[in-house]
């Protein structure tokens, strides 16, 4: 039977896979944290080019984590546990990388359009990764399936996505440790409610 979308439905969800599987996500964030910031000591410059090149690099490792964030949500809808090394099953790095810094760039274009249009590029283009990832899409097509399968409810998925910044804004207040429990829980939920989206049920 099709999955009923909610914002309760997908926090729910987060918040048990999270539990379940709570050591290895933990575990994959602080990983995470610690290269970028071995990255960001290391990768320093007083050349304003030498500091772009070592930015960009910064900047590709972060969207590899994101990704890798999204690889086991998406693992974790899908009924299979991830073990650490599942996080990084993902091929196509190429047009992960691609994706995300158009996606980037349309959401920095939107912020300086008074801020506004910005928001509104975040949203809609919220699950690119997912479609890059979950369905091998180029990052253009994912991008524009992003879009359409987030229009096609976009008012729960509105609100749903307002209560996940709410969330990992308190993890965020907590010290900013909260963030290794809130992170994993609205990733889960967001691609919780994108498989519920997409294809009308998780596993």
Known sequence: MPTQLSVGSAISYGWQKFWQNALV?????????????????????????VSLIFGAIIGVVSLLIQAALVRGA????????????SFFQFGNVASVVIA???????????????????????????????????????PIPAIKASAQAIASNAGTLFVLALALVGINIVGLLLIGIGLLVTVPITAIAGTYAYRVTVNGHVA
């Open 25 to 49: 996500w933990v575990g994959i964030l602080i990983v995470a944290a610690i290269i970028q910031a071995v990255l960001r000591f290391v990768l320093r410059s007083d050349s304003f080019f």
């Open 74 to 85: 998406l693992h974790e809808v899908d009924g299979v546990k991830p073990a650490f090394g």
């Open 100 to 138: 995300g810094v158009l996606v980037g760039i349309a959401t920095g274009i939107g912020f300086v359009l008074l801020i506004i249009p910005g928001i509104i590029i975040t949203f809609f283009t919220w699950w690119t990764f997912q479609f890059v990832i979950d369905r091998g899409d180029e």
